[in-house]
């Protein structure tokens, strides 16, 4: 038997169909190992990582393992990314796989062909790739284990920090504040119909240096009142048009929020796709199709008689930080333009991913862009108008094609008469709010994460309460404004630290940069940013000492309990250490429950307290007498009861039954005899009826 081991259980009966009953196909759940959750689990200074099984794993490996013991060959089949090579490390490293003989395969796509050359040629693993995950891991794990805790404690709300989510928000807020900053101020401009075909005025011989816009409105309506115009300068000229590239991870997210899939939803959808075999792999950055699928799409192109060029499309990465290892997202079979049995939302998805790659090695566009511009007859106002012909539709006979702007056939010197000019009165514009699709954008330009991540990352945000969503803009809270506010000037929080640590990753992967060094980097401005901003004073290596290890400087509250409960209770203080949290805290433990008890109750919790005793005939015992916090459980435990036990008055008997007549419902058990049931049951109806007044 020989064991195929996969990350999603999704894959395996596809892929079991495909290799036949020589092979087992199992999953490893993705990790089956990773950081302990409560410490660093990260060794000061060399930056080794200590792995742990997760609960997850446990079982995942136990299972693997039995297989792996039985099995003749062992087929890490995990995905493309470093992601999938570190799990594939992880697996062998577990299942005490030699590296040298690990049997590492590779596919794109869940397709026959795919999976038998990937079986047919196994590689080994990667371990330059396996470094750069780790470098990724170590990085985000320093960020938010070193500056959190602190921040928290500083700020006494708990905050969470991360290397790319800090960015990203950092992003969504400064876009906010400046929308919010905003003053619209009013500029002008002027058009003229000159019957066929409009022209604007062009004031920029009247700007003030910087500006770029005209704000004098009585100037504009100069340029409005215009009677006729020379026609100065005609300009034609041809343009192509190329289609746009077959999606990356950011495309595909992108043009998905545009049709109201969010990005989770649409990686998660992709999985489904990828899964189900009909599209090749969804994390990629690269814009790249494999020559085979080029000609595939040409073929089928030429049998649906839409125009492609003599040579095929080829197109580079314009985004930074691209990693480029794989194809582009295509489908696995052109011919299938729609697929089924998958979700509606994944039906959709494919359709643009369709659509996209079919359209990327379709013939450009050929375009006439025109150009008229014209001069009053005193010769002080300039105006223009442009018109676009589409000659050629190239590949827009597939992707659909805007309108044509047509101009009249003019020549330099042609006198027109102005049909009419009008003033346009406009204001500037705010900066726009962020969006799913333009905050991915601006991440992309500045080579700041990974677009696989990106949808995880802006969950995360939105979850801690970070941000919200009104009318797809993407909106800081209150929580998430304090949280910016209390990381300025963190050097880790600069756009260009953070892209410059993805570089580094790069190199860490393509073996041009040391894993250690790699690290290194991130932590001396991590510890320059907690020294400086958060006045940490203890070692560095501090931070990678267990949590239940750990100690820190007390808080000014916690140095204020203590001496409040010391003078209260008359303890002294000389086995307490006043410069250690770990000892004030095992003091405040050891006796805030005497202090609390120590506190006497106020005549009239007494009073209330004797009265519910008395009503249910119970002894309140001296100890709880004496006690405020005592007394003041035993009402809360007792009130209910003698609720229940009160009868309600003739009123409220009244009321309960108007309001059950009028609602056409029963009135509960022990209603007309019990005080609280009778209270909860007009409480919930009176509540109701204001909600139907409201909404009515």
């Known amino acids: 038997m020989n064991l195929f081991i996969v990350e999603s259980p999704g894959k395996i009966k596809k892929i079991e169909s495909i290799l036949g009953s020589d092979f087992k196909v199992a999953a490893s759940l993705g990790h089956i190992r990773d950081l302990p959750v409560n410490e660093m689990g990260m060794v000061y200074d060399s930056w080794k990582l200590n792995y742990v099984l997760t609960d997850k794993g446990k079982k995942t490996y136990s299972n693997l393992k039995k297989l792996a013991d039985r099995a003749d060959k062992i087929y890490l089949a995990t995905d493309l990314d470093r992601e999938g090579e ?55 794990r320093l960020v938010g284990y070193m500056v959190s805790p602190l921040l928290t404690r500083k700020m006494q709300l708990k905050l969470s920090a991360g290397r790319v989510q800090s960015a990203m928000l950092r992003l969504i807020v400064d876009r906010w504040q400046e929308n919010q900053e905003f003053v619209p101020k009013p500029y002008f ?125 080829l197109f580079k990465s314009k985004v930074a930080n691209a990693q480029e290892a794989h194809e582009a997202i295509r489908p696995t079979d052109f011919s299938v333009e729609s697929v089924s049995g998958v979700s509606s939302v994944a039906s959709e998805l494919y359709g643009l991913i369709y659509k996209q790659a079919i359209g990327s090695q379709l013939a450009p566009a050929l375009l006439r862009d025109t150009s008229i511009r014209f001069q009053s007859e005193c010769g002080r106002f300039e105006f223009e108008a442009k018109g676009m012909v589409v000659v050629e539709p190239g590949f827009m006979v597939f992707s659909g094609q805007s309108a044509d702007a047509l101009l009249p056939e003019l020549s330099e010197g042609n006198l027109l008469e102005v049909v009419e000019g009008r003033v346009l009165d406009k204001k500037t514009k705010a900066p726009s709010l962020y969006t799913e699709a333009s905050i991915l954008s601006k991440l992309e ?49 600069e756009y260009a630290f953070t892209a410059n640590s993805e570089d580094d990753m790069d190199l860490v992967s393509n073996g041009k940069m040391d894993y250690q060094a790699c690290v290194d980097k991130v932590f001396q401005q991590v510890f320059s940013d907690v020294r400086d901003r958060l006045g940490y004073e203890g070692e560095p290596n501090t931070f990678f000492i267990p949590a239940d290890q750990r100690d820190y400087a007390p808080t000014v509250k916690q140095v204020d309990a203590v001496k409040r409960i010391s003078d209260k209770l008359g303890i002294g203080l000389d086995s307490v250490d006043m410069t250690s949290a770990r000892s004030i805290s095992a003091f405040l433990k050891q006796h805030y429950d005497a202090y609390q008890a120590s506190f006497v109750p106020t005549d ?93």
């Not at 309460?465 to 910016?484: D, F, M, N, Q």
């Open 86 to 140: 570190a799990i594939a490390w992880h697996l062998a490293v577990m299942l005490k796989i030699p590296l040298d003989k690990a049997l590492r395969v590779k596919f794109n796509a869940i397709t026959p062909d795919a999976i038998r050359k990937a079986v047919a040629s196994p590689g080994k693993i990667d371990l330059n790739l396996v470094k750069a995950q780790e470098s990724r891991r170590a990085l985000d």
């Open 189 to 313: 401009g002027a058009e003229l119909d000159l019957g066929q075909f409009r022209a604007q005025w062009c004031p920029e011989s009247f700007l003030v240096s910087g500006e770029k816009v005209n704000f004098d409105r009585a100037l504009a309506k100069e340029a409005a009142e215009v009677d006729r115009v020379l026609v100065v300068e005609v300009k034609s000229k041809l343009r192509k048009k190329m289609p746009e590239t077959a999606f990356t991870t950011s495309g595909m997210q992108k043009a998905a929020t545009k049709i109201g899939i969010s990005m989770e939803e649409a990686m998660k959808v992709a999985q489904e796709l990828y899964e189900k075999a009909f599209i090749t792999y969804h994390r990629t950055d690269s814009v790249v199709l494999a020559p085979e699928s080029i000609e595939q799409i040409r073929s089928f192109a030429t049998s649906k008689s839409w125009p492609i060029p003599d040579k095929p499309n």
């Open 445 to 493: 330009k500045l080579g700041i994460g990974r677009p696989a991540t990106w949808a995880a990352i802006m969950t995360n945000i939105r979850r801690r309460g970070y941000i919200a969503t009104v009318k797809k803009s993407l909106l800081p809270t209150e929580v998430g404004l304090t949280l910016r506010q209390s990381l300025e000037g963190f050097g880790f929080m």
């Open 604 to 696: 009239k919790q007494v009073e209330y307290a004797e009265k519910l005793s008395a009503e249910l005939g119970v002894e309140i015992p001296s100890e709880v007498l004496s006690s405020s916090v005592k007394l003041s459980d035993f009402i809360k435990k007792n009130k209910a009861k003698v609720l229940k036990l009160r009868q309600p008055s003739e009123k409220q008997k009244e009321l309960a039954i108007k309001l059950a007549d009028t609602k056409g419902v029963s009135l509960p058990k022990d209603c007309l005899e019990s005080l609280s049931v009778c209270k909860k049951f007009i409480s919930k109806h009176l509540k109701n009826q204001k909600k139907f007044k409201k909404t009515g």
